[in-house]
């Protein structure tokens, strides 16, 4: 799905766009006949109350939680949350079926869950943020292939990363045919986005690279 005003390339798709997306009995989500996302399903919003008073957006990632959206985050992970009111007044939400490190259009593939969580208080211990453990590697089902990447260098970070994933859309709409909407969609729900070198040196030079995994093309 494309919003209007969200994404990393918001002003690229100024139009809003929506996918229906059917699993198959492989538990892989189709976008079209060839490309199919293998499905790994995590909530992208947890977290406790800011100590802050007043309403606040569940959209950004804060300090106690909020917009995670970190796709390792699945079924026997634990993570941490600071507590800074009374009873933490913990929430959950925002189901994916599967989702690239990044989310770069904004959405994942979004679905209802139904989720059993355990919560537990951890008396006399402080974090800064939120810290979490994964139950095993930090590796999709899809890795199993190998990638096609796409890097871009420069000074910004953020234009670093739009250009990574302009590039990407390129490759897919040359190699694989695919739309840019389409391409666009893939790359939020499969790629991941990486930060290969910060802003370091003399030069500050960074380098952003973008990730799409060859198994969403086996059909």
Known sequence: MLLPGLGLLQDDFPDPALKIWTVGPDERAELRPGVRVPTELFLGEMGDAPEEPGAHA??????????????????????????????????????????????????????????????????????????????????????????????AEGPDLQVGAERSVRYMIDHLESEHGLSRTDAYMLCSVAGDLKISVP?????????????????????
């Open 58 to 151: 569940t959209m950004p990632p804060r300090r106690t939680g909020g917009n995670l959206d970190t796709r390792h985050i699945i079924k026997g992970s634990v993570t941490y949350f600071p507590v800074q009111v009374p009873g933490a007044l913990f929430s959950i939400g925002d189901g994916h079926l599967a989702q690239g490190d990044g989310e770069v259009c904004g959405t994942a593939i979004e679905a209802p869950l139904t989720v059993t969580v355990k919560i537990s208080l951890r008396k006399g211990r402080s974090i800064p943020g939120v810290q979490f453990v994964t139950n095993g590697p930090t590796t999709s089902k899809s890795d199993g292939m190998g990638y096609y990447v796409t890097t």
């Open 199 to 219: 802003v370091l040196g003399e030069s500050h030079t960074s380098l952003v690279a973008f990730y799409m995994p060859h198994s969403v093309f086996i059909g």
